[in-house]
T-cell receptor, first 113, second 117 residues
Framework: SQELEQSPQSLIVQEGKNLTINCTSS?????LYWYKQKYGEGLIFLMM?????EEKSHEKITAKLDEKKQQSSLHITASQPSHAGIYLC?????????????FGAGTRLTVKP | DTEVTQTPKHLVMGMTNKKSLKCEQH?????MYWYKQKAKKPPELMFV???????INESVPSRFSPECPNSSLLNLHLHALQPEDSALYLC????????????????FGSGTQLSVL
């Protein structure tokens, strides 16, 4: 089964600092999704990566999928309090059954003003 | 409309009660999902409906009964729940895959916080 490990589990940074969150899979990733969740709320889609070496950016958040398609990183530049929340990576388990998305345990980000 | 709407937002029920969670989307998505999320844990997949047919049941106890009456609605019927079933229940929707490497993102509702007493 697909195992997604995220690191670190939690992160506390000063406002304005850069940070990186990692997501490592035990299997080839056919599609890697980054979501953000506020406590007790639903998940907000951030980005999807499919191709090895792919990199996408939205505002101050950049996500990359490595060439071997087994690891992804999420980088936030000049963090702000609005970036605080739980970041989850998700992936489908198999190539031809792309409805069964599973998630990593999440990284809890706190941004201190 | 890019929203998935879940009702109620909060629910408290006794172990002998019967209640239902509701989920609605009007994006034309033909795949709908129920996830369960315990505090400080990732969402866990429970059920997937694809084209109104149950396609995945992750060995969920029968006290949880899903229903997809049409392509826009998804219900989760609850009966004789246990306190350990207390959790955030998330509904999501997407376009079902066409096979190959095309994966569609999931749109999530804001969830129903369920407490079983």
């Amino acid at each position: 089964s697909q195992e997604l490990e995220q690191s670190p589990q939690s992160l506390i940074v000063q406002e304005g600092k850069n940070l990186t969150i990692n997501c490592t899979s035990s299997k080839t990733l056919y599609g890697l999704y980054w979501y953000k969740q506020k406590y007790g709320e639903g998940l907000i889609f951030l980005m999807m990566l499919q191709k090895g070496g792919e990199e996408k950016s939205h505002e101050k958040i950049t996500a990359k999928l490595d060439e071997k398609k087994q690891q992804s990183s999420l980088h936030i530049t000049a963090s702000q309090p609005s970036h605080a929340g739980i970041y989850l990576c998700g992936a489908a388990r198999t190539l031809y059954n792309n409805n069964d998305m599973r998630f990593g345990a999440g990284t809890r980000l706190t941004v201190k003003p | 409309d890019t929203e998935v709407t879940q009702t109620p937002k909060h629910l408290v029920m006794g172990m002998t009660n019967k209640k239902s969670l509701k989920c609605e989307q009007h994006m034309g998505h033909r795949a709908m999902y129920w996830y369960k999320q315990k505090a400080k844990k990732p969402p866990e997949l429970m059920f997937v409906y694809s084209y109104e047919k149950l396609s995945i049941n992750e060995s969920v106890p029968s006290r949880f009964s899903p229903e997809c009456p049409n392509s826009s609605l998804l219900n989760l019927h609850l009966h004789a729940l246990q306190p350990e079933d207390s959790a955030l229940y998330l509904c999501a929707s997407s376009q079902p895959g066409q096979g190959g490497a095309t994966n569609e993102k999931l749109f999530f509702g804001s969830g129903t916080q369920l407490s079983v007493l």
